[in-house]
């Protein structure tokens, strides 16, 4: 006897939205504006406050982060960034490496430690092929300082998706659009 | 030249490095005669493609034309001299000033001049007001170009690097492609520092990298992918060659052994799949695999600012089900000021290797080595802003030159190393650096 064909999910695994393409815009749900706003300003809070655990509580396992590179291009109707080439990226794993230096003697780029805030602007939320993941885009401003010789400010687009799961709300993918076409050493050490 | 020649500049005083009139000197010593590396074929493949570059310390477009050519054309109009292109990347048949409406078409020449006839005298020359080109010549889609008429053709100026270069190519069964445009970044420090590091810099890991190597991103795994170092040494080899090109290369053999105690045989290539082994040391020459075998790391510098590195990173940077895997990367080191350096950064993939690894391979440079590889590349980038604070706020006197010593008179020949130039075996050596600067001296002269 054949098992019965189990239902067919009506999109995508939240998982296949963590790499290839980053998923469109779907719907506007300005319902949800609020609750992920908390989440992001909270989850800015924990990386700018060195809650480093707490920051890294917030991916989801399958947590995928990059910043594509800037493209200046006479046509305005064409990208402003490539979607394959990435001047950075990194899955949860990386990013615990990266945090966990901050406590090792010879992190040399990681102390003295890096001052950031982080400064998100007004979040819209838009639905995905998957009904348990949400887009939510918003305008970031971030500055750094570590002594008088790095004083960091960086403008980008930063479009995240977040994934419910047992009613939480976890970081599924985060790309990071940054407006300057070439950047300093100082501004790509910056977490976005 | 004998090997006391060829590394023959042991210290290079610290203006060098943070004095702006050292640097125009350079422009004209140092980089006009020289062939730089502008980009690759890949980035130029459809006729009117163009991507803005620089060369020396003008600004070029570098275009393939309607007629499948590829030219570096000055992006300055000739009659008032506006920039031409403002974007860093497209298509097009023509380049149109802004300005007054000077038209040039892709291959350079003056198309197009407003009133010309009404407004001109009768015997403009429009020949004359063409765009000036650059040499420009793709080898292995590496495009290289210089100002210099009189310099030598690209073959004889690269010279024995064009043996390495061609090893670690050919190392990968066939064609490379490079992944997408390049990541550009700003950096703190004058353009020599980041250059020389690549040159042949094997002292500065167990300082700068500590980390890396502590966190098994780097040197943890063995080419069959075993991990750990236990019962393993790196041996390094560095090669300097007059024209002030080298490379260092670092391979795995088990503790007490040398270089020759390879098995010829079994030839290893870590971070490349060992099913295909086979497969890519039939497709070297019997040198290159004596050159590429067991090698974890090679990285060098085509003398003034092109630098390469291809090497082996480890797991920890992906998942567990990870290999070991190799990724190739050029690099061009472009002067921005004397204390400001921009980095364009190419990554390479060998296309007989599936897709998977390929994009396994960008991956692993992403997160270590790229503009942004704030696991790897950041230490690099905060000792060179280290270097060069220090050095511009340093009072003329209050310190002697830098020192380039490390290895003098220990090391020891490698005569049997099968590549041309001198290769001397020393994992702690300048010797790569001490070449670098004695050609950067030839060229600069006596400093005013």
């Known amino acids: 006897m054949t098992a019965p064909p189990r239902p067919r999910r009506p999109g995508p695994r939240p998982e296949d939205l963590a790499d290839g393409p980053f998923p469109d815009r779907g719907p506007r749900l300005p319902a949800l504006d609020a609750e992920i706003t908390a989440v992001l300003t909270e989850e800015c809070a924990a990386l700018d406050e060195g809650e480093h655990t707490r920051w890294l509580d917030l991916l989801d396992p399958a947590f995928r982060y990059e910043i594509p590179v800037p493209l200046l291009r006479e046509d305005p109707e064409l990208p402003r960034h490539s979607g394959t080439a990435v001047l950075f990226e990194a899955t949860k794993r990386v990013l615990e490496l990266k945090l966990g230096r901050t406590g090792l003697l010879q992190a040399w780029s990681d102390r003295p430690a890096v001052t950031t805030r982080h400064f998100l602007g007004p979040v819209r939320v838009f639905g995905t092929p998957a009904p348990e993941v949400v887009r939510a885009d918003a305008n970031l401003l971030v500055t750094g300082a570590r002594g008088v010789e790095h004083a960091v400010l960086v403008t980008a687009a930063r479009q995240d998706l977040l994934r419910e799961c047992r009613g939480r709300r976890t970081l599924l993918r985060r790309r990071v659009l940054i407006d300057v076409e070439v950047a300093t050493h100082e501004q790509l050490s910056v977490i976005f | ?448």
């Open chain 2, 1 to 448: 030249m004998p090997s006391e020649k060829v590394d023959s500049v042991t210290t290079v005083g610290r203006r060098a490095f943070v004095d702006d009139s050292v640097l125009d000197i350079e422009w004209g010593r140092v980089f006009r005669p020289s062939w730089q590396l502008l980009g690759f074929a890949g980035e130029v493949r459809e006729p009117g493609d163009y991507i803005v570059r620089t060369l020396g310390r003008d600004e070029v477009v570098v275009v393939r034309g309607e007629d499948g050519t590829v030219r570096a054309l000055h992006n300055s109009c000739t009659h008032r001299g506006t920039r031409l292109c403002r974007a860093s990347l497209g298509n097009t048949a023509h380049l149109r000033c802004s300005y007054h409406g000077w038209t040039f078409a892709n291959d350079g020449r003056l198309a197009g001049v407003p009133a010309l006839r009404s407004a001109y005298p009768p015997d403009f020359d429009r020949a004359a007001h063409d765009l000036p080109a650059a040499r420009v010549v793709s080898r292995r889609g590496f495009l290289f170009a210089t100002w210099d008429a009189e310099a030598p053709e690209l073959e004889e100026y690269l010279g024995e690097i064009a043996w390495y270069l061609d090893a670690l190519l050919d190392c990968g069964a066939g064609e490379w492609e490079v992944c997408g445009p390049p990541q550009r970044v700003r950096a703190r420090g004058n353009w020599k520092i980041p250059t020389d590091n690549f040159a042949g810099d094997g002292y500065h890991m167990r300082t700068t990298h500590r980390i890396a190597l502590d966190q098994g991103i780097y040197g943890d795994t063995l080419a069959d992918g075993t991990r750990g170092r236990a019962g393993t040494d790196l041996v390094g080899v560095n090669i300097a060659t007059a024209g002030g090109h080298s490379v260092r290369a670092g391979y795995v053999v088990e503790d007490g052994h040398s270089l020759d105690d390879r098995d010829p045989a079994a030839p290893q290539f870590p971070g490349y799949p060992p099913e295909r082994w086979a497969e890519l040391a039939a497709a070297q020459t019997p040198e290159q695999v004596r050159f590429t075998s067991h090698c974890e790391v090679a990285h060098g510098v085509v003398f003034p600012n092109t630098v390469f590195l291809s090497v082996a990173h480890d797991r920890a940077v992906g998942t567990d089900d990870d290999p070991l895997t190799r990724y190739l990367v050029v690099r061009s080191h472009v002067p921005i000021g004397a204390r400001e350096t921009e980095c364009l950064y190419w990554t390479l993939v060998p296309t007989a290797m599936d897709a998977e690894w390929r994009r396994r391979s960008y991956r692993f440079q992403a997160r270590t080595q790229s503009a942004g590889g704030i696991l790897f590349e950041m230490d690099d980038f905060e000792n060179f802003a280290r270097i060069d604070a220090a050095l511009a706020r340093s009072a003329p006197g209050r310190a002697g030159p830098v020192d380039l010593t490390l290895g003098t008179g220990r090391t020891t020949a490698a005569p049997g190393f099968p590549g041309p130039g001198h290769a001397e075996t020393g994992t702690f050596s300048e010797h790569n650096q001490r070449a670098f600067y004695r050609r950067w001296a030839e060229l600069v002269g006596e400093l005013p």
